[in-house]
């Protein structure tokens, strides 16, 4: 068994091919939508929800991986690597640090000789992804545990993500803004930028501006303001918006540095509760 192994869960927003390419694992979500179940990723895709949303009468839930899940992808990880880590979302917006906690003790006791360790990355989404491919990519240069670690929380420690909504409507029906403010929102159609700074583990408004145009000016404002001139790795990610997702990285390659920027669809575990027309860059500037 050589190397260390890299888990994380299915609300991180890494392509499927930067997936496989740094062999990361990843353990999914589970959808519960019109009386079926579904594995985020595997059974159903990002667009596929974003096109169901807007005709469902009932808002279609989300269950977190349980420790038995994180478990059984710690014992495939175990096949092949003596050292494991284990990326979640923060703690504040799921249990699956809990989880995955819980099953790194299990595997500490029952799978001799490996060594698990789990991180909260303190953000989501596309910063999470950034976290990973650190850590993962740390991990396929043979650095050991520590070290991995190292590499995630060094990224952890800079990484931020910037983004606005199409409607608060998604949030309203799920309980987690008030009605009063979707009304008003749907009013005066205004977007919210929401700001995850790196390792606050939360979202706050930072912005509102009024309309899609306003938001992605304001959005790149943002990111030029903190970035600079600095080396920037990025990711857009987006609920079902691939064309404006597509221009707006060409946006942003023409007013920063960039070393690396993709595109990738805004995990639909959250995607549920914000709607279709999310839009977001997660991003850090090497010193």
Not at 33 to 58: K, Q, V, W
Not at 63 to 73: I, K, L, N, R
Not at 117 to 130: F, H, I, K, N, P
Not at 205 to 224: D, F, H, K, W, Y
Request: glycine content about 6%; overall charge negative; proline content about 5%.
């Amino acid at each position: 068994m050589e190397g260390v192994g890299v888990i994380t869960d299915s609300t991180v927003c890494l392509s499927p091919d930067l997936v496989a390419l740094h062999h990361v694992d990843i353990v999914p979500l589970r959808f519960f939508l019109n009386g079926r179940s579904y594995l985020d990723g595997l059974e159903i895709t990002a667009d596929d929800i974003y096109r169901i949303l807007p005709e469902s009468r009932t808002l279609p839930t989300t269950s977190a991986p349980t420790p038995s899940d994180y478990y059984a992808a710690l014992q495939k990880a175990a096949a092949d690597h003596a050292e494991i880590l284990v990326i979640t979302i923060t703690r504040r917006f799921s249990a699956m640090y809990e989880s995955a906690t819980a099953a790194a003790e299990t595997a500490r006791r029952s799978l001799p000789g490996v060594t698990v360790e789990v991180l909260d990355s303190r953000t989501t989404a596309g910063a999470q992804g950034l976290v990973v491919l650190a850590a993962a990519r740390a991990a396929q240069s043979g650095a050991s545990l520590p070290e991995v670690v190292g590499a995630a929380t060094a990224v952890m420690a800079r990484v931020d993500l910037v983004a606005f909504l199409d409607t608060l409507h998604y949030l309203a029906r799920s309980g987690r803004v008030p009605m009063a403010l979707h009304w008003a929102n749907s009013i005066v159609r205004v977007n919210p930028l929401f700001r995850i700074a790196p390792l606050s583990g939360e979202a706050r408004t930072v912005r509102v501006a009024r309309g899609r145009a306003s938001a992605s000016r304001q959005l790149i404002e943002i990111v030029t303001a903190s970035a600079g001139a600095l080396p920037l790795h990025a990711i857009v990610f987006h609920s079902y918006r691939h064309d404006e997702a597509d221009e707006f990285r060409r946006r942003v390659e023409s007013c920063c540095n960039c070393t690396e920027i993709y595109v990738s669809d805004f995990t639909p575990a959250m995607g549920i509760h914000t709607g279709p027309g999310g839009l977001g860059l997660a991003y850090y500037g090497d010193r």
